[in-house]
C-alpha cells in the first residue's frame, strides 16, 4: 500500500455537510447522490456519507487539510462561521521546519485540522 485514496466521513444531514465541504471548505464538489456526496482534495477523495448501519454513525478519523497559510486559513474560515476548537499553534520543529495546527468542528460535529509546514 502506498497510496490513500479516499476517507469517508459520515453525516448525519447529507446537504447540510455538502453546502460545508464545498460552501465553506470550498473543496470541488465531483458528485452527489441522495445519501453520498464526493470532493476531490488535490487527488484525495472525501466522500460524505449517511451511515448505512448504526455501526458507522459516529464522528469520523481527524482529516489534516494542508495549507500554505494557517493563519490567513484561520481567519477567513472564522468568517464565514467555522468553529475552531483552537487557534493556530506550533506542534514541533524540526530543523528549519516549523508544523502548524489548528482543529475545527465540520457541520456533522466532526473535528478535523488545519495544517501548515513553515520553512524558517
Not at 477567513?76 to 528549519?96: A, C, V
Amino acid at each position: 500500500m502506498n497510496k490513500i485514496s479516499q476517507i469517508g466521513i459520515p453525516v448525519k444531514d447529507i446537504n447540510r455537510a455538502i453546502h460545508f465541504y464545498k460552501d465553506l471548505l470550498e473543496l470541488p464538489l465531483l458528485f452527489n447522490t441522495g445519501s453520498m456526496a464526493f470532493f476531490d482534495c488535490d487527488g484525495l477523495r472525501l466522500m460524505l456519507s449517511l451511515p448505512e448501519k448504526e455501526e458507522f454513525a459516529h464522528a469520523s478519523s481527524v482529516v489534516y487539510f494542508q495549507i500554505d497559510d494557517i493563519q490567513e486559513s484561520y481567519e477567513d474560515l472564522t468568517e464565514k462561521g467555522i468553529p475552531f476548537i483552537d487557534e493556530p499553534h506550533m506542534i514541533t520543529k524540526m530543523g528549519n521546519t516549523e508544523t502548524w495546527m489548528v482543529f475545527f468542528k465540520d457541520s456533522e460535529d466532526n473535528t478535523h485540522a488545519l495544517m501548515s509546514e513553515v520553512e524558517n
